[in-house]
């Protein structure tokens, strides 16, 4: 990150090179018939970017926008999952037409993103592993997948799960996944076009 302000031709070329190989995969991908692609890139910390949206724009945009438009031009979705507080540049991520975003929970303002994106924002994820999953009861973790159904699903464009994988303990699964079914029961009843 340094070298990015430091000597930013050199990380240019860097990144260039990353995403010249990256390019490379995306068309073995696409000529073995993959589904879906995803992209995993962390360009947050908790509370913010790890750069600039100024440097963000000008030396991963480009690239990263690239290689979606090669999985998009196969006629291929394209999921991005990336951690950390990605507020200052959601106006571009939503505008590069992802599939769905991977986004961290805990570090977004997630209701608020839908409610200014709308129908153009499919999250993946919703609920948080850091805050609810890991370290929550199963109660808690019950309450956070109704939430985040009513605040994140009411427009079907949720795909709920855990927004991060890491160790959660054993009766939080268990709950998360009693919660999701009850929860899909409640919806279906109530939203029955985005369940079919």
């Known amino acids: 990150m340094i070298g990015m302000v430091s000597e930013p031709k050199v990380s240019m070329a860097i990144l260039d090179r990353i995403t010249d190989w990256q390019v490379s995969a995306a068309d073995y991908f696409v000529r073995?018939?993959?589904d879906v692609a995803r992209i995993s890139d962390d360009y947050g910390a908790q509370n913010d970017l790890l750069v600039s949206p100024t440097l963000w724009r000008?030396?991963?945009k480009p690239r990263l926008a690239r290689l979606v438009a090669r999985y998009k031009s196969a006629g291929i979705p394209v999921v991005l999952h990336s951690c950390g507080n990605l507020t200052r540049i959601m106006d571009d991520l939503v505008d590069m037409d992802f599939a769905a975003l991977n986004?961290?929970?805990?570090?977004?303002?997630?209701p608020a993103m839908k409610k200014r994106y709308g129908r153009r924002l499919c999250i993946w994820g919703g609920l948080s592993t850091q805050t609810t999953l890991a370290?929550?009861?199963?109660?808690e973790v019950h309450?956070?997948?109704?939430?985040?159904?009513?605040?994140?699903?009411s427009d079907g464009r949720l795909i709920l799960e855990p927004d991060q994988v890491v160790r959660?303990?054993?009766a939080n699964l268990i709950a998360f996944s009693q919660a999701a079914q009850e929860s899909k029961r409640l919806f279906r009843s109530t939203h029955p076009p985005?369940?079919?």
């Not at 309450?143 to 699903?153: D, F, P, S, T, W």
Request: proline share 6%; no cysteine; aromatic share 2%.
């Open 103 to 110: 986004i961290q929970s805990s570090a977004n303002d997630l």
């Open 194 to 196: 985005f369940l079919e």
């Open 32 to 34: 073995i018939g993959v």
């Open 168 to 170: 959660i303990p054993e």
């Open 143 to 153: 309450r956070a997948v109704r939430q985040a159904m009513a605040e994140l699903g």
């Open 135 to 139: 370290t929550g009861t199963p109660e």
């Open 58 to 60: 000008a030396m991963v």
